[in-house]
């Protein structure tokens, strides 16, 4: 079955991507699930799926979790997903991207020629009031964007790299993060009917390529020092960024 190739190696790929550097599943999986499945079977495979890859990765790094900061973006960010839901939704989310993409590009050029880093994770165990301000306004603003266009990473993506350089810790914060709002979102396709007997099905192509992807991204892991993983991640942000601008380009110039 050549559809159900297609979800095995998206899964592949994405689960191994995400392993690597802690995100970036949708980006690299929705394309391809799309192309093969269409938009209505791949949202709710991949948030039933993705959530095994944030387990695997946040059982990998729970030594180095970090529960105030990850708490810090996941309960403002229950309060934003109802007002994105309510407001934002049916706006220009064209216009978003371009913006979101802007933003994720210009940050990973910055921190290319940036070495500086707030770790906080060498005897730093309070957090300053500017870094709890943006770390609320991070995970709120990544509620809305979730709750109106399914686009919560860039937000705490950008925040957490910028306060915790330790692979560990940067990994588990985001796993935390996705997971609890990967439970919000799984709930919102269950209730809207969408887990289908189809969701189901090609759910058994996806998670074989998912669990090969991933036991891959972590033995790909071992070999990351801090400088390496940080590259990693600087790139990924980039290529995030650009993954956001790419179809705006495509329907300007097509």
């Known amino acids: 079955m050549i559809d159900g190739s297609f979800v095995f190696f998206a899964f ?6 995400h392993a ?32 095994i890859v944030n387990l695997g990765v946040l059982w990998q790094n ?12 996941i309960i403002p960010s ?3 997903v109802p007002i994105g839901l309510l407001l934002l939704k049916g706006g220009n989310e064209t216009f978003l991207n371009a913006i979101l993409g802007i933003i994720l590009i210009s940050y990973g050029v910055y921190s290319f020629f940036s070495k500086t880093t707030q770790n906080m994770d060498e005897g730093a165990s309070i957090l300053n009031r500017a870094q709890l301000f943006l770390g609320a306004t991070a995970g709120f603003c990544a509620g809305i964007l979730g709750g109106a266009y399914n686009a ?17 810790s940067f990994r588990s914060i985001l796993q935390a993060f996705f997971l ?3 439970f919000v979102i799984i709930a919102g396709h269950a209730f809207a009917g969408l887990i289908t007997k189809d969701v189901l ?14 036991l891959i991204g972590f033995y790909i892991d071992r070999f990351l020092t801090p400088q390496r993983f940080r590259k990693v991640v600087i790139t990924g942000i980039i290529i995030l960024g650009t993954g956001l601008l790419i179809p705006i380009f495509y329907s300007v110039l097509f």
């Open 12 to 17: 592949l790929i994405a689960s191994f991507v």
């Open 201 to 214: 099905f090609y759910s058994l192509f996806g998670l074989p390529g998912l669990v090969l992807g991933m």
């Open 20 to 51: 690597t550097t802690g995100f970036g599943s949708a980006l690299v999986g929705m394309p391809i699930l799309v192309f093969a499945i269409g938009l209505q079977i791949s949202a709710p495979l991949l948030a039933l799926l993705g959530q």
């Open 180 to 182: 609890i709002n990967g």
């Open 78 to 80: 229950i309060f934003g």
């Open 152 to 168: 919560n990473g860039p937000p705490v993506i950008i925040y957490t790299s910028y306060i915790h350089s330790d692979k560990g």
């Open 62 to 73: 729970w030594k180095n979790l970090d529960w105030r900061l990850a708490l810090l973006l």
